[in-house]
């Protein structure tokens, strides 16, 4: 997959109603194209097409023909949105290659659903160019966490053996193969949060490797990653996807999640270090962190290392608020977050995501 992916919309120059463009922006970085200027450079670097143009004008029709029946476009999804929701322009959206169509306008959680799977599937499909072990624990831990958030926003249980297993083979293919591929892989994945939560146990898991922890640690490292923001499954999505910065009192709501993440892991009888790992990965070593406001020593290298895969995590991800940002710069800016993470281990925690070059670069800052 290309890393400088985006969402393709095409359009027709003509009036429609454009305001899913902005819920597009929310999760992904668009182009914007008119039919006609449509290349296949654009189609290729696609991780969707939307197709918002006149089906009852036949100027449209070949053009949109041609480009759709390129070769580039062959695994790349296409979302058409019908103004009429009729037989005719359902036909005609299938002929033209449409692999979902939607009537538009709709209620934007329909939008972002139909948006989030047909992306989805075309990052899963990206995932058996990967080595056949990390295939498996990508597919199997990715359902996992989806599960485990949807029974825990639930208030269902939330089983620490249903983890574990797909954290045994995420630490099985790491130790196999290595981090890099994996992360990439999961890079583009629509929801935030999942794509988050595996992002974190990838890093804690190659982190505790380096360090060279005992096995028992490092599946609560792998199982405390996944699990870390498992409270956010009590957050209301307004909050977690707002596309601009939380106010003071949502700010206060999804500081909760902590909280949430205790509560829901002790209920169920988790492990106390991956209780610790969840509750305290917001906790800052100068006390001013959450929940508990804990200091120094008190905060448990466990929470520590969380934090900075969390904060590194976090920085080098997309959100609709702020571009990601280099390895390098996540690091460097991290190694000068002196009172909140501990820099002995950010320093440690470098191996784990620059090369060698990078590193160089990173002190250079
Ligand atoms: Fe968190
Ligand atoms: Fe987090």
């Known amino acids: 997959?290309?890393?400088?992916?985006?969402?393709?919309?095409?359009?027709?120059?003509?009036?429609?109603?454009?305001?899913?463009?902005?819920?597009?922006?929310?999760?992904?970085?668009?182009?914007?194209?008119?039919?006609?200027?449509?290349?296949?450079?654009?189609?290729?670097?696609?991780?969707?097409?939307?197709?918002?143009?006149?089906?009852?004008?036949?100027?449209?029709?070949?053009?949109?023909?041609?480009?759709?029946?390129?070769?580039?476009?062959?695994?790349?999804?296409?979302?058409?949105?019908?103004?009429?929701?009729?037989?005719?322009?359902?036909?005609?959206?299938?002929?033209?290659?449409?692999?979902?169509?939607?009537?538009?306008?709709?209620?934007?959680?329909?939008?972002?659903?139909?948006?989030?799977?047909?992306?989805?599937?075309?990052?899963?499909?990206?995932?058996?160019?990967?080595?056949?072990?990390?295939?498996?624990?990508?597919k199997v831990s990715m359902k996992v966490v989806e599960n485990t958030f949807s029974n825990a926003a639930e208030g269902m249980d939330v089983a620490q053996e249903d983890v574990k297993d797909s954290c045994d083979m995420i630490i099985e293919a790491t130790s196999k193969d290595g981090l890099t591929d994996w992360m990439n892989a999961i890079r583009q994945h629509h929801n935030y949060t999942y794509r988050h939560s595996m992002m974190v146990c990838g890093y804690l898991t190659s982190f505790g490797m380096l360090l060279g922890v005992k096995k028992a640690d490092l599946q609560m490292l792998a199982l405390g990653g996944m699990v870390h923001d498992i409270g956010k499954s009590k957050i209301s999505l307004n909050i977690l996807d707002k596309p601009s910065k939380l106010d003071p009192h949502e700010w206060k709501i999804m500081m909760g999640h902590a909280e949430h993440s205790r509560i829901i892991l002790e209920t169920n009888n988790w492990h106390e270090d991956i209780i610790d790992i969840a509750t305290h990965h917001h906790e800052r070593l100068d006390g001013e962190g959450y929940p508990h406001r804990q200091k120094g020593r008190d905060v448990s290298d466990l929470a520590r290392m969380t934090a900075i895969a969390d904060v590194f995590s976090g920085l080098v991800d997309k959100r609709s608020y702020k571009p990601s940002m280099s390895a390098e710069k996540a690091i460097s800016i991290m190694m000068e977050a002196e009172g909140h993470l501990d820099i002995p281990l950010v320093k440690a925690f470098q191996a784990v995501v620059l090369s060698d070059e990078e590193k160089t670069f990173a002190y250079q800052q």
């Not at 948006?115 to 624990?137: F, T, Y």
Request: glycine fraction near 2%.
């Open 1 to 138: 997959m290309h890393s400088n992916q985006h969402v393709t919309i095409v359009h027709d120059g003509n009036k429609h109603n454009k305001s899913f463009i902005e819920l597009v922006k929310r999760y992904h970085d668009i182009k914007l194209v008119e039919i006609k200027s449509l290349s296949a450079e654009d189609i290729k670097r696609s991780l969707l097409i939307i197709v918002q143009v006149d089906l009852k004008d036949p100027e449209n029709l070949r053009p949109l023909k041609e480009k759709m029946s390129m070769p580039e476009r062959e695994n790349i999804p296409v979302l058409f949105l019908l103004d009429e929701f009729n037989r005719r322009q359902i036909v005609q959206s299938n002929i033209l290659g449409a692999t979902d169509y939607i009537s538009y306008p709709c209620p934007d959680s329909n939008f972002i659903e139909i948006m989030g799977d047909l992306i989805n599937r075309v990052v899963e499909q990206a995932w058996s160019k990967l080595s056949p072990i990390q295939e498996n624990a990508l």
